[in-house]
């Protein structure tokens, strides 16, 4: 049974064949120990085949393709990497999916589409910086925030930003004290609530590395 059915699929279809050019789909899983590796991996392929041509899809094994997991720097499963290093681990299913639409097109595009304070700002990160947003299914607000910290990792090769199911990772989300979503994990200890407007978010960022990394 397809997941993308009825107007929703020929919504996605008109989205994606307008992409201004192709995007790569690189998908990871396991056959066992997966809750939810089956599923996403149907809609991996339903996005490749609403996609006629614009969508490519590479599939591989979290247990034995070591060298393609390193590369992405996959640690957890399912996980969709979207041409470069925005990662979205879990089933993007909900609002979640929605994310990975808006995803596709930015990375269609090439660059992503910020203000010239954020190139600016974000320019000053030259260390390595992990962002990870925590989400669940049924949250409105949760794409915008998705989508902020993955433009933040387009313009910057230091930045690598996570989206994170929340309900699928309960460990994670216990260890990050994830109350309440959006949650955005700064590296490990410095957090964001709820979805700001870029200008809040980007310096919120910039401030806690500032504070990790002093003096850069």
Not at 23 to 38: A, G, H, P, S, T
Not at 53 to 73: A, P, S, T
Not at 151 to 164: E, P, R, S, T, Y
Request: aromatic share 8%.
């Amino acid at each position: 049974m397809a997941f993308i059915t009825g107007e929703n699929a020929k919504a996605v279809e008109e989205i994606l064949s307008k992409l201004p050019r192709k995007v790569k789909l690189i998908y990871f899983n396991q056959e066992l120990e997966c809750q939810y590796c089956r599923e996403t991996h149907q809609l991996m392929e339903e996005l490749r085949d609403l996609g006629k041509g614009n969508i490519e899809l590479e599939v591989y094994n979290f247990v034995n393709d070591k060298d393609q997991v390193e590369k992405f720097k996959i640690d957890k499963i399912p996980a969709t990497v979207i041409m470069s290093e925005d990662k979205d681990y879990g089933i993007p299913s909900g609002y979640e999916f929605s994310s990975v639409l808006e995803d596709i097109q930015q990375v269609a595009k090439g660059k992503p589409e910020v203000l010239e304070e954020t190139k600016q700002q974000i320019a000053k990160i030259t260390q390595p910086l992990r962002l990870q947003v925590y989400v669940t299914p049924t949250c409105p607000y949760c794409p915008s925030a998705v989508l902020t910290a993955h433009k933040l990792a387009m313009l910057n090769d230091n930045i690598v930003a996570d989206m994170v199911e929340a309900t699928e990772f309960p460990h994670l989300s216990m260890r990050y004290q994830v109350q309440g979503v959006p949650r955005t994990m700064i590296g490990e200890n410095e957090a964001i609530e709820g979805a700001l407007p870029e200008p809040h978010f980007v310096q919120r960022v910039i401030s806690a590395y500032e504070r990790m990394f002093p003096g850069n």
